[in-house]
């Protein structure tokens, strides 16, 4: 029997390795300050009957890709229920803390290598989660506009909560918060034939750890036809920013239900095959360049992210 | 009447009264597929201020719907659906308690696509006399009617000057045939009037613009006198066939002319009238039925 705690979701076969401190970040239990726990009153009394949104995990989960200082690591890896987690829309996948000065993931350094990508230009993130990392870069690089898509009610929820306190907080006449929104809805469209009216309308499209989750539950035809969309909806000149999943991760998630089981027996079209697809005609793309790979301490996180570029 | 559903909602039978699925459409009909935006969110969304865009959702639903293939004159009156559908469904009710088989219509001014004609002939089994003065018109009328192999069930009739009704079929017509109803939209605006369009609403500040965009020619759209001159030369040559037609019928775009057009028939005597409102999105429209005969046309009206 597997183990299902978030722990094993960075993919990683060995153990952990032993971590000197100083050498690589530490994670931190979350400290209750009184801040937090209005907050966190707050979203416990928020409604989530909504079938599409995963019930609430155990409080405890481990973080990540964050880089936080301070105490040692909380150690015993909680058993969580992501059975449920059908998405990949993990709560607290971005660790509980609402974006606070302490947040970095640590792949925004590799979007740092080229922040002229995102500076004044439109950006659509799909898979957002609860929009941390949205923000994060709508923020630092200036973007004219994010607009981030999930396919969890609930998250988007916390996404847009998160940014109407922003607003609050922001100085007047300032572009951001105020051009970032969420979205709910499934980034797969229902039929193929809805890609004849798609338009251009994004300089960039970020698909971060994404790519597993619309292969495990839209099988190979969904995830081509969300690349194509991804195409679609670029305009000319613009970035398909992709991080894909490789494929050793499925395996373990195949357990989550009875139809990504049958999904995930039915793929032939392998992550590795990704870019020659993306650069076919079939989609589109004329180039793509190797932009990083995450400097984590996980194996299983150390994803390359690359870009697409359309012409 | 008061009943369980919204006072604002469409007649109960209107199979238009819960939205339709435009994304589920969208996927099938490749035509209307192409005037539709596809949203983020995967959805499909319609923009009503396109006449292109409300040509293929009629002719989609249309299709849809009843099967029916349906073109229109390009620059013509694009019907909407819900409307049509709602007045059809109001002469259903009215004629259902009279038991009648073979039943006999007349529609006035029915337009390049000839919908009312079409509907109550595919829907209903009724036969169908389709009135209308535009060449262009009646040419695209008679296609319609053919191309949906309902020759057997409509006449298009070739009215021959603007300014007659019944009148220039009724005299040709030598086998004094009768008619259950007549169903007219009439021209709303009127042609004397230095801004036809203009509408008299007293707010306009507050008035919204409306959500579609309006089509039809001028000839279609305006005449002399606008809608209550026009509903009044209907009620003129009623009174000239009191026996033709059993059920007399008109739509009003605008609620003022509603009481000048329950007036006037006051004013002539005829007694057994009804009125009805057409609900559909933000738009109402009115209607009046007036009739010679013991035809109950609803419930405490006086037989005249």
């Known amino acids: ?311 | 009447m008061v009943n369980n559903q919204s006072k604002y909602a469409m007649h109960p039978r209107n199979i238009l009264r819960v939205p339709p699925d435009y994304t589920k459409l969208a996927i099938k009909h490749k035509d209307f597929r192409q005037v539709c935006e596809l949203e983020l969110t995967g959805k499909v969304s319609i923009n009503f201020r396109n006449e292109k865009t409300l040509r293929e959702l009629t002719k989609m639903l249309l299709k849809e719907y009843f099967e029916l293939n349906v073109d229109f004159a390009p620059g013509s009156l694009v019907p909407t659906l819900a409307l049509r559908l709602n007045y059809i469904l109001w002469l259903e009710d009215m004629l259902e308690p009279l038991n009648l088989e073979n039943v006999r219509g007349i529609d006035i001014g029915c337009g390049s696509s000839c919908i009312y004609s079409l509907l109550g002939a595919k829907k209903n089994g009724w036969n169908m006399l389709a009135l209308e003065s535009k060449q262009q018109n009646i040419v695209y009328a008679r296609q319609n009617v053919k191309r949906n192999n309902l020759e057997d069930r409509i006449e298009v009739y070739a009215q021959p000057d603007k300014s007659s009704i019944f009148k220039s079929y009724f005299e040709s017509e030598k086998l004094e045939k009768e008619f259950h109803f007549c169903l007219c939209n009439p021209p709303f605006f009127d042609s004397n009037s230095p801004n036809p369009f203009g509408g008299n609403t007293r707010n306009p500040q507050r008035r919204p613009a409306p959500n579609n965009v309006r089509t039809g020619s001028a000839e279609e759209l305006t005449c002399e006198g606008g809608e209550v001159q026009f509903v009044q030369r209907i009620i003129e040559e009623s009174r000239l066939n009191q026996q033709r037609v059993l059920i007399f019928t008109s739509m009003l775009g605008v609620k003022a002319n509603v009481p000048k057009i329950l007036d006037y028939l006051k004013e002539r005597q005829i007694n057994n009238v009804t009125t009805t409102e057409f609900h559909q999105g933000h738009t109402t429209r009115w209607a009046v039925a007036w009739s010679y005969q013991k035809a109950p046309l609803s419930p405490g009206t006086q037989c005249n």
């Open chain 1, 1 to 311: 029997m597997a183990d299902f705690t978030m722990d094993v979701e960075n993919n990683n076969t060995q153990p952990p390795p032993v971590i000197a401190p100083g050498k690589c970040p530490e994670k931190r239990k979350a400290t209750a300050t009184s801040d937090d726990k209005t907050v966190e009153n707050k979203r416990l009394k928020e409604d989530r009957s909504d079938v599409d949104s995963a019930p609430r995990p155990p409080p405890q989960s481990p973080k990540k890709r964050l880089q936080l200082e301070g105490k040692p690591p909380n150690n015993k890896p909680k058993h969580n229920k992501d059975l449920n987690f059908l998405y990949g829309n993990y709560k607290h996948y971005y660790g509980k803390r609402i974006l606070d000065k302490d947040f970095h993931d640590i792949r925004l350094d590799v979007l740092a290598t080229q922040p002229e990508l995102f500076r004044d230009k439109q950006l659509l993130d799909i898979g957002c989660n609860s929009g941390h990392l949205s923000i994060e870069i709508a923020k630092k690089f200036d973007a004219k506009s994010l607009v981030g898509l999930d396919i969890d009610r609930g998250l988007v929820k916390d996404a847009q909560t998160t940014i109407s306190s922003l607003k609050r907080l922001a100085a007047p006449g300032s572009r951001f918060p105020y051009n970032v929104k969420f979205v709910h809805g499934n980034y797969v469209l229902d039929d193929d034939v809805l890609l004849e009216i798609e338009c251009p309308q994004f300089d960039v499209i970020l698909c971060l750890s994404v790519t597993k989750w619309i292969h495990l539950n839209f099988c190979d035809a969904g995830l081509k036809q969300a690349f194509r969309r991804m195409f679609l909806q670029l305009r000319p000149g613009g970035k398909l920013i992709l991080e894909p999943q490789s494929f050793d991760g499925y395996k373990r998630r195949k357990k989550l239900s009875e139809s990504i089981r049958e999904n995930y027996n039915s793929i032939v079209f392998r992550p590795e095959q990704f870019p020659e697809y993306l650069l076919s005609p079939e989609v589109g793309f004329a180039s793509m360049e190797l932009m990083g790979i995450p400097e984590h301490c996980r194996t299983g996180f150390k994803r390359p992210i690359q870009i697409f570029t359309k012409v």
